[in-house]
């Protein structure tokens, strides 16, 4: 399982929002063997005067929040984090700089998903990877 949530300035997310969307989640499924059909996505869009950051990031500062199962390995994540950066930079003239990424793991059984508690669920694909 993953959410991600995306925060940035409201006008960087409706020009970019499906760009992102695709860049992310073709991450997740290339990385994280999430199924195709398993886009969870929120757009936090932010108006200047609710987000402030530091001087060094520009206009196209952009944070990622991604909620997901515990259990993946070290490298797991940090291959995650290098090709999500990578990619977002290029698909949507994200500067690096301005990408910020952080991964919430929580285990399963703190889930609730479908009416059915996280740990109960049979996915599709490994996450003690």
């Not at 991604?66 to 994200?94: A, Q, T």
């Amino acid at each position: 399982m993953v959410q991600v949530k995306i925060y940035a300035l409201k006008r960087l997310l409706r020009e970019n929002r499906l760009a992102l969307s695709d860049t992310i989640h073709s991450c997740v499924v290339d990385i994280l063997k999430i199924p195709e059909n398993k886009r969870f996505h929120r757009f936090l869009g932010l108006n200047s005067c609710d987000f402030v950051f530091p001087t060094e990031k520009s206009r196209r500062y952009v944070i990622l929040e991604i909620s997901l199962f515990s259990g993946r390995s070290l490298g797991v994540k940090r291959e995650l984090l290098r090709v999500l950066m990578d990619r977002i930079s290029v698909n949507c003239s994200i500067p690096i700089n301005d990408i910020e990424i952080t991964l919430f793991e929580t285990p399963p059984s703190c889930w609730g998903i479908r009416g059915q508690f996280g740990d109960e669920l049979i996915l599709p694909y490994m996450i003690d990877s």
